[in-house]
């Protein structure tokens, strides 16, 4: 079963992606809600791919923190954002092995994106 972190840091938004992925077959591993407690779930987890917002609480946005992660271990990061400012959509393109998708999601549409982008990134 495919492993998936969700580092969100809405409650209400973090819910329904859980509620969307489980139904999709996918174990949700964790929801992180700042990247301090995304980086506590990663020590002791690897998922197979991470959903993350933009913007977090704490000392770092999505952006520093998929960095830090890209470091470490380079895991599949998919960005689901409201934000569609340049230089931001530059920056996930700069992520090996990043991509978005712009909020809000349907389900179908989720279903979809999560299932390519994993195949594209097994290996």
Avoid at 16 to 32: D, P, T
Avoid at 60 to 81: M, R, V, W, Y
Wanted: proline letters at 4%; glycine letters at 8%; aromatic letters at 6%.
């Amino acid at each position: 079963m495919r492993k998936v972190l969700i580092i969100e840091d809405e409650s209400i938004i973090s819910f329904g992606y859980r509620l969307q992925i489980e139904r999709m077959g996918f174990e949700v591993i964790g929801v992180a809600r700042s990247s301090a407690e995304a980086e506590e779930i990663l020590e002791g987890e690897r998922p197979d791919l991470i959903i993350m917002d933009i913007y977090l609480k704490g000392e770092k946005n999505g952006l520093e923190l998929a960095q830090e992660i890209h470091q470490k271990d380079p895991i599949p990061i998919l960005f689901l954002t409201a934000s569609a400012k340049p230089e931001i959509l530059s920056a996930i393109k700069e992520l090996k092995g990043a991509q978005y998708l712009a909020k809000p999601i349907s389900t179908d549409g989720l279903g979809d994106v999560l299932e390519r982008f994993l195949r594209d990134h097994d290996g």
